[in-house]
């Protein structure tokens, strides 16, 4: 968390962050990933549709704590939560902070979801 911003964040996607809900396939060395898709689109009254942008954060177990107060998940989290809720760019409106849980992943890593509401004309 202390260490420098990356440069080319492109170098993130397809290797850390995948833009589809599942991780192709987890590393053998300890990561941490994060995935993201839009679920559950319905018709709202004719002219709307709402559905759900669908965020995924997996850590290694052996990476969940670390030398701060925040264990590394919650950290992903907050910085998620901090960059999307209310966020005004997708959709019309405001973003909505949906629910959060935690998921099963398999032994090795760890997983929690984080979901927004989001509206957009049909």
């Given at each position: 968390?202390?260490?420098?911003?990356?440069?080319?964040?492109?170098e993130?996607?397809?290797?850390?962050?995948?833009?589809y809900?599942?991780?192709?396939?987890?590393?053998d060395?300890?990561?941490?990933?994060?995935t993201?898709?839009?679920?559950?689109?319905?018709?709202?009254?004719?002219?709307?549709?709402?559905?759900?942008?669908?965020?995924?954060?997996?850590?290694?177990?052996?990476?969940?704590?670390?030398?701060?107060?925040?264990?590394?998940?919650?950290?992903?989290?907050?910085?998620?939560?901090?960059?999307?809720?209310?966020?005004?760019?997708?959709?019309?409106?405001?973003?909505?902070?949906?629910?959060?849980?935690?998921?099963?992943?398999?032994?090795?890593?760890?997983?929690?979801?984080?979901?927004?509401?989001?509206?957009?004309?049909?």
């Amino acid at each position: 968390m202390d260490k420098p911003d990356i440069e080319d964040t492109s170098e993130l996607i397809s290797n850390k962050i995948f833009p589809y809900g599942h991780v192709p396939k987890l590393a053998d060395t300890a990561s941490s990933y994060l995935t993201f898709s839009f679920k559950d689109y319905r018709p709202v009254k004719n002219s709307f549709k709402s559905g759900l942008l669908h965020f995924q954060i997996i850590v290694h177990k052996d990476l969940i704590s670390t030398d701060y107060e925040m264990l590394r998940y919650d950290h992903i989290l907050a910085c998620v939560d901090e960059l999307f809720n209310e966020n005004r760019e997708l959709g019309i409106g405001k973003l909505e902070f949906y629910r959060m849980d935690e998921m099963f992943v398999n032994e090795q890593y760890v997983g929690f979801y984080l979901q927004y509401k989001l509206w957009e004309f049909n």
